[in-house]
Nanobody
Framework: VQLQACGGGLMQAGGSLRLSCVAS????????MGWFRQGPGKEREFVAA????????SYADSVRGRFTISRDNAKNTVYLQMNSLKPEDTAVYYC???????????????????WGHGTQVTVSS
């Protein structure tokens, strides 16, 4: 699975952005998909993830209630809708995929085997 994220940009605090991640490959519909981010001087951290077998998506505490992850298997795309953005959301955002047919959502970077290039999100105060 190859992943390409886009949709980042510069936004004022309180604004919204939607990130998209387009996947190529035959197994996208059977991959757990996740979003991670890496802020300046910080380690890469979990943001959100969604399984392919249904169930409730998983969110980091810092974004729950503001961000929404969704997927459109027909378009091979996973989205991250980000509302009420804060300066601390500034980071490079990465989409990632777990191995095919794995159903369990995980929050650790090591659980994801496919990574896209990141897209920069900058939130000004």
């Amino acid at each position: 699975v190859q992943l390409q994220a886009c949709g980042g940009g510069l936004m004022q605090a309180g604004g919204s952005l939607r990130l998209s991640c387009v996947a190529s490959g035959r197994t996208f519909s059977k991959n757990v998909m996740g979003w991670f981010r890496q802020g300046p001087g910080k380690e890469r951290e979990f943001v959100a993830a969604i399984s392919w077998v249904g169930g409730t998506p998983s969110y980091a505490d810092s974004v729950r209630g503001r961000f929404t992850i969704s997927r459109d298997n027909a378009k091979n795309t996973v989205y991250l809708q980000m509302n009420s953005l804060k300066p601390e959301d500034t980071a490079v955002y990465y989409c990632a995929a777990r191995g095919a047919l794995i159903t369990v959502v995980q929050r650790t970077t090591s659980a994801y085997v496919h990574w896209g290039h990141g897209t920069q999100v900058t939130v000004s105060s």
